[in-house]
């Protein structure tokens, strides 16, 4: 199996896990808070929505050699978005999450055929839609975490935490003072979920700051 068909397939099982988590979603947990401040449980799966619809934007742009953008709108029109579905039923919600998973299925394995060939305008910048898998996966792994409703960092799949927290761990790095590289000493004390946690800003450890690394 080859990175991308990795990547696919971490997709393809956190979309099933989201889906069978929010099989008894009632419209009271839906407009409870978050474990992101100042999001309820809507925004955080209309956020999900959206992002697979944004994916789709930029892969069908790529299979008709366009560099599409992935919120024509920008920022703006992501968060507004965002805030427009927050506040829909449960079930609303739900087919919303089901439907745009499987529109973005549809087009990755429309894109395969094609040869993954081409680029997207991410919102953060120019990214090739091989890269896409990955980042589907992240969204879905760690925004699924978010929601609070069941599902936690130390739920996380291993081979997720593997190559993120390389990423992540190279992401520190690079942010580090010239000689100074490595992850804190208290950071490599605590298991690798917890740590790609405070990694990604979803967790503190003891003694340290903020990693600071994400937004």
Known sequence: MNELERDLAGVAASHRAIEASLHT???AQAASPSLLPGWTVGHVLSHIA????????MLDGARRGEIAAQYPGGREQRNADIDAGAGRSAK?????????????????????????????DSVLGRIGVGELPFRRWRETVVHHADAGLGFACDDWPNEYVRIEL????MLWDSRASMGLTGLPSAALAVPPHTRLAW??????????EPAGLMG
């Open 25 to 27: 979603l009632t419209d």
């Open 50 to 57: 959206r992002n697979a619809d944004s994916f789709v934007l």
């Open 92 to 120: 609303e919600l739900v087919d919303d999450i089901v439907r745009s998973n499987a529109a973005l299925e549809a087009s990755f394995a429309a894109t395969a055929d094609h040869g993954w060939v081409g680029e997207g």
């Open 166 to 169: 390389q990423r992540m761990t």
């Open 199 to 208: 990694l990604m800003g979803r967790t503190e450890i003891d003694g340290l």
